[in-house]
């Protein structure tokens, strides 16, 4: 596995800026976004949004979503709707939502179509799981052994307990740049195991390394406090 070039900050105020820092970067050079969920991104949508209000030469994907409808609060897409979405000036070139409404399977076949031809994203934003999950990869799943398909359904691993969306490993890893963000001492134990353990089944995250390109990860010190020295 390639190594993970980690930047740790003093908290996750600082962490939010560096990353709100490169999608503002990605905003303007263009090309194609992979949001993650979760809360952690909250901060960095907002804040990427300020120094580029200007969107249009960027597509918009994700890497996961819950099967709840758009307008709900565990939705994914809301969050990055409020959080970065509605304060643009200009709006991406697409906004590629997976349909959490149809359900796990219909919504993967549906996404599968939308990403079919799609090219190696620029840009993959992932969070982690205090249990080492990203996307909606959870420990042991099997669909982290899927490899003949971009998306899958799949039940819920951690919570909110709602059936989810996912995207696979290969398509996740099919980017440029793949960024992790993390901060807070509750993931400080899989962040150790997800960037610096072996690769392994029970942290999706050790399994997650850009294939195109580097994989990098902003952590503030809570996080990063079980790294080896
Ligand atoms: C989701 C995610 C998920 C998330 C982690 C971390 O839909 O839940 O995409 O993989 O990134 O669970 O989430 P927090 O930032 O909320 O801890």
Known sequence: MSQVDIRVVADADEAAHLVAERLAEQARAGGSVVLTGGTTPRMAYELGTQPAPDWSRVELWWGDERCVPPDDERSNFAMAKAALLDRLEQQPAAVHRMRGELGPDA???EYTRELAGAATFDLVLLGLGPDGHIASLFPNFPTLDVADRDVVGSGAGHEPFVDRI?????????????????????????????LAGEPSHETPGSLARAAQGATRAVLDRAAAARLPG
């Open 107 to 109: 919504g993967a076949e």
């Open 166 to 194: 996912t995207l696979t490993l290969p398509r996740l890893c099919n980017t440029r740049e793949l960024l992790f963000l993390v901060t807070g001492e509750d993931k400080a134990e899989a962040v150790a195991r997800a």
